[in-house]
Nanobody
Framework: QVQLVESGGGLVQAGDSLGLSCAAS????????MGWFRQAPGKGREFVAA???????IYAGRVKGRFTVSRDNANNTMSLHMNSLKPEDTAVYYC?????????????????WGPGTQVTVSS
């Protein structure tokens, strides 16, 4: 059974850094693309960052330069390191797997999802 589990969320202050991890199990994802999305209260789920199976990252404009996505195929994990956090970064963060072979920024292209981890940034 495929399972994704996020960890590392929490409450931080504006300007702080925080790291999230996503552990995948049930099959190997070394040839799949993986992504991070987030959903704030009352808003839709939005793209944050993704990393191709070969390690090429892409970012949403509002986090580019502050967030860094990476993956470890040997351990079936993906990470998101977030710097200079802002109150508007407050959301539930989800990791997901895209098996299409083409890196995407829309939720409909992702097949597996984790339950999410809460990140709260206070001002």
């Amino acid at each position: 059974q495929v399972q994704l589990v996020e960890s590392g969320g929490g409450l931080v202050q504006a300007g702080d850094s925080l790291g999230l991890s996503c552990a995948a199990s049930g099959r190997t994802f070394s040839r799949d693309n993986m992504g991070w999305f987030r959903q704030a209260p009352g808003k839709g789920r939005e793209f944050v960052a993704a990393v191709s199976w070969s390690g090429t990252p892409i970012y949403a404009g509002r986090v580019k330069g502050r967030f860094t996505v990476s993956r470890d195929n040997a351990n079936n994990t993906m990470s998101l390191h977030m710097n200079s956090l802002k109150p508007e970064d407050t959301a539930v963060y989800y990791c997901a797997v895209d098996r299409t072979g083409i890196i995407h920024t829309t939720t409909s292209e992702y097949d597996y999802w984790g339950p999410g981890t809460q990140v709260t940034v206070s001002s």
